[in-house]
């Protein structure tokens, strides 16, 4: 007989809750025998509630509507489009990130309006009124600031997910979710977009009317815009925020990285590659630094809190391992490139975030070997995930906003 989980974490709010994200199945099996076996327990009766309630259909208890997510696509969409009366490069290049992810903060405003709306609503405010402050000149100062201004953004889309519950480890492995099941569901979204673009055109072009400008420039704008609107909603709204695409195809890709990985770890051995005089084999490292975190972290935001997975486990550990045994020589590279030629706003950026995501990375694999030694929690090991975080979102703000006053907007 299956041990009754419930029953084991039943004063352990934290276990619970990993239970339900992860065991729905089982979890609602349980709650039936557990509350039978202990009727008096609150605990127990808050989380009947709380399933009487997902059981009501999404579009009764939530406050977004098919309309709501037309009208905010069609608005941003319009934002967008303005481009067309001011200088595009500026524009395009400032506002639009500015634009599709504010569309998003608004959308989660009607979907959980009881969360509180000024620091959002405040944040946004200063992120725009920083592009707008930004003299309109080609540096690498200002060219870091853009790059990194997404991710003050996603920060501030993050508290209008979380609204009240910011510091809960729950609520921040749920935004986590969030953005990886809509990165998937955009991403498909534009893949039957591309498709009715390539037959829309083709037909029109048999009876010879030639639209194709025209198509692209409205109605290619606006889908691309809307994509991760209606990507949002059907995770949000459709699928009940169920979804677990992201973690499903990070644990497929874990060991092919794996391989791919320890294979390249040989050949730069084999070749003598050397990251000191090379520019491209540094940006790809970070590329490589971030494609593993996003992996394992979706890995391990799938995990339940009483999940028997040695061998995903292991690969997802040695997987870690490699990967930060090749950033240990590429950031030797890049230390020796500040010595020999000096400090510079792309320098600074790439060294960070190198350092930010190495002390990430070993942060994991530390919990993740303990983990597997049964010293550390289920719990522990997501909670490195989400307490790390802020300071992600810390970096972000001193890149946008100190790093061009530290370097005089050069």
């Given at each position: 007989?299956?041990?009754?989980?419930?029953?084991?974490?039943?004063n352990?709010?934290?276990t619970?809750?990993?239970?339900?994200?992860?065991?729905?199945?089982?979890f609602l099996?349980?709650?039936?025998?557990?509350?039978e076996?202990?009727?008096?327990?609150?605990t127990?009766?808050?989380?009947?509630?709380?399933?009487?309630?997902?059981?009501?259909?999404?579009?009764?208890?939530?406050?977004i509507?098919?309309?709501?997510?037309?009208?905010?696509?069609?608005?941003?969409?319009?934002?967008?489009?303005?481009?067309?009366?001011?200088d595009?490069?500026?524009y395009?290049?400032?506002?639009?990130?500015?634009?599709?992810?504010?569309a998003?903060?608004?959308?989660?405003?009607?979907?959980?309006?009881?969360?509180?709306?000024?620091?959002p609503?405040?944040?946004?405010?200063?992120?725009?009124?920083?592009l707008?402050?930004?003299?309109?000149?080609?540096?690498?100062?200002?060219?870091?600031?853009?790059?990194?201004?997404?991710?003050?953004?996603?920060?501030?889309?993050?508290?209008?997910?979380?609204?009240?519950?910011?510091?809960?480890?729950?609520?921040?492995?749920?935004?986590?979710?969030?953005l990886?099941?809509?990165?998937?569901?955009t991403?498909?979204?534009?893949?039957?977009?591309i498709?009715?673009?390539?037959?829309?055109?083709?037909?029109?072009?048999l009876?010879?009317i030639?639209?194709?400008?025209?198509?692209?420039?409205?109605?290619?704008?606006?889908?691309?815009?809307?994509?991760?609107?209606?990507?949002?909603?059907?995770?949000?709204?459709?699928?009940?925020?169920e979804?677990r695409l992201?973690?499903?195809?990070?644990?497929?890709?874990?060991?092919?990285?794996?391989?791919?990985?320890?294979?390249?770890?040989?050949?730069?051995?084999?070749?003598?590659?050397?990251?000191?005089?090379?520019?491209?084999?540094?940006?790809?490292?970070?590329?490589l630094?971030?494609?593993?975190?996003?992996?394992?972290?979706?890995?391990?935001?799938?995990?339940?809190?009483?999940?028997?997975?040695?061998?995903?486990?292991t690969?997802?550990i040695?997987l870690?391992?490699?990967?930060?045994?090749?950033?240990?020589?590429?950031?030797?590279?890049?230390?020796?490139?500040?010595a020999?030629?000096?400090?510079?706003?792309?320098?600074?950026?790439?060294?960070?975030?190198?350092?930010?995501?190495?002390?990430?990375?070993?942060l994991?694999?530390?919990?993740?070997?303990?983990?597997?030694?049964?010293?550390?929690?289920?719990?522990?090991?997501?909670?490195?995930?989400?307490?790390?975080?802020?300071?992600?979102?810390?970096?972000?703000?001193?890149?946008?906003?100190?790093?061009?006053?530290?370097?005089?907007?050069?």
């Amino acid at each position: 007989m299956q041990t009754n989980e419930i029953i084991q974490a039943i004063n352990n709010p934290q276990t619970l809750e990993n239970l339900y994200q992860t065991k729905q199945t089982e979890f609602l099996t349980w709650l039936v025998e557990a509350t039978e076996k202990y009727p008096e327990s609150e605990t127990l009766r808050v989380w009947n509630a709380r399933i009487a309630f997902s059981n009501i259909p999404a579009s009764d208890k939530s406050g977004i509507q098919p309309f709501h997510v037309f009208l905010i696509s069609i608005i941003a969409g319009t934002l967008v489009r303005l481009h067309t009366f001011i200088d595009t490069g500026w524009y395009q290049s400032r506002f639009v990130p500015v634009i599709v992810i504010g569309a998003l903060m608004t959308y989660f405003s009607f979907s959980e309006s009881r969360h509180s709306k000024i620091i959002p609503l405040s944040g946004m405010l200063i992120c725009v009124t920083v592009l707008l402050l930004l003299p309109d000149v080609t540096s690498a100062s200002i060219t870091m600031s853009l790059i990194h201004m997404p991710l003050v953004l996603l920060s501030l889309l993050a508290l209008t997910f979380m609204g009240n519950e910011w510091k809960s480890d729950s609520s921040r492995i749920l935004f986590v979710r969030y953005l990886g099941e809509t990165l998937i569901y955009t991403a498909i979204i534009l893949l039957g977009g591309i498709v009715l673009t390539f037959l829309t055109l083709a037909l029109f072009s048999l009876i010879h009317i030639d639209m194709i400008d025209w198509y692209l420039n409205n109605v290619v704008v606006f889908g691309l815009v809307a994509s991760p609107i209606v990507a949002t909603y059907l995770y949000d709204v459709a699928l009940g925020r169920e979804s677990r695409l992201a973690t499903i195809i990070a644990n497929i890709f874990s060991p092919l990285f794996l391989v791919t990985v320890c294979v390249y770890l040989l050949a730069i051995i084999a070749q003598g590659k050397s990251p000191y005089a090379d520019r491209d084999f540094l940006i790809t490292i970070n590329g490589l630094l971030l494609v593993v975190l996003a992996i394992t972290i979706y890995s391990l935001s799938g995990k339940g809190s009483m999940s028997n997975r040695p061998l995903m486990d292991t690969i997802n550990i040695c997987l870690v391992a490699v990967t930060l045994v090749i950033n240990v020589y590429a950031l030797s590279a890049i230390l020796f490139r500040l010595a020999e030629y000096g400090i510079s706003p792309n320098r600074v950026s790439v060294t960070g975030a190198n350092i930010l995501i190495f002390g990430h990375l070993i942060l994991i694999l530390k919990n993740y070997i303990e983990h597997i030694r049964h010293r550390c929690s289920s719990e522990r090991l997501l909670n490195t995930v989400t307490k790390y975080l802020p300071f992600y979102t810390g970096w972000s703000v001193l890149m946008v906003i100190g790093l061009p006053l530290a370097f005089g907007f050069k």
